[in-house]
């Protein structure tokens, strides 16, 4: 993994932290991050060693400050340059993985930067993190699952305040949209995380995967089914036990 320039991925004691490392454009999102990011993702899905995956962001100014903007002024037009992100589908892969994923959230959270905590299962900001989701001042939409994923965490109307207005919110209000799990304070971002992790990992990895997966899969459907997934679920945890 060491041939990587803009992600760090590293692991230890069963994490696997993926770091957005381009710290001097504070880690916007580039091509090259998501060809990277592509492959690390595939790493941590297939290595039954990584139990838990933490995202981050190198430096100290931002997780992410949104979509590389001057890759979007070489590109023929932002859609299109939108669309050549979406053919390799890293948020579809980023979404289908079944291991608990934690984002650590500092500074700016933008654009792309809010789509990627959102496609994580749990995320704690720390208290300098301002969070805002700009694309429609750009003439664009999200195009990182944002329009879908921002609502089914925050509720239609808060979702639509970011998305419309791209005001900037910062942590103690995403806090209240429920948008994060926590906030505090910077110095203790990364400790608070790997705690969560920590104490995730010392769990059996098949009850965390279904646990997980009962709750993404089931928020598609409709309350019957979604009792029957946990159902079934629960019986093929006990089969793969016996
Ligand atoms: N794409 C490419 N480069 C970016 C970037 C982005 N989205 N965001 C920041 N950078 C670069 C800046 O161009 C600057 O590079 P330079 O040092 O070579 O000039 C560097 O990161 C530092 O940013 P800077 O603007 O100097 O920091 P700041 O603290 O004054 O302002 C922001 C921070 C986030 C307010 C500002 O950088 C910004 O508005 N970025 C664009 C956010 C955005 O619209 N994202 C797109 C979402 S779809």
């Known amino acids: 993994m060491s041939d990587f320039e803009v992600i ?18 504070l ?11 592509y492959q690390v993702l595939e790493a941590v899905r297939d290595d039954p060693d990584v139990r838990v995956v933490i995202f981050k962001g190198a430096g100290e100014k931002a997780f992410c400050a949104g979509a590389d903007l001057t890759e979007f002024l070489t590109a023929p037009s932002p859609t299109i340059a939108r669309q050549v992100r979406w053919e390799r589908d890293v948020w579809g892969l980023l979404l289908s993985i079944s291991k608990p994923i934690i984002a650590a959230l500092h500074g700016y959270v933008l654009g792309d930067g809010v789509e990627i905590a959102m496609c994580c299962d749990i995320r704690v900001a720390s208290e300098d993190a301002q969070f805002g989701a700009p694309e429609v001042g750009l003439g664009i939409i999200p195009a990182a699952g944002g329009s879908q994923t921002i609502p089914r965490v925050t509720g239609r109307a808060h979702a639509l305040d970011m998305l419309l207005t ?3 919110v910062k942590a103690e209000e995403v806090l209240r949209m429920k948008l994060v799990n926590w906030v505090v304070v910077r110095g203790d971002l990364l400790a608070t995380v790997e705690k969560l992790a920590d104490k995730i990992a010392g769990y059996d990895p098949l ?18 089914q ?15 036990r016996d």
């Open 207 to 224: 009850a965390v995967s279904y646990a997980k997966q009962s709750v993404t899969r089931g928020l598609d459907l409709s309350l019957g």
């Open 8 to 25: 760090v991925y590293e692991k230890k004691d069963g994490k696997g932290y993926i770091t957005l490392n381009r710290p001097q454009a």
């Open 27 to 37: 880690n916007a999102y580039n091509m090259q991050m998501r060809d990277e990011l």
């Open 226 to 240: 979604g009792l029957e997934l946990e159902a079934n679920l629960g019986r093929q945890l006990q089969a793969a």
């Open 166 to 168: 791209g005001r900037w």
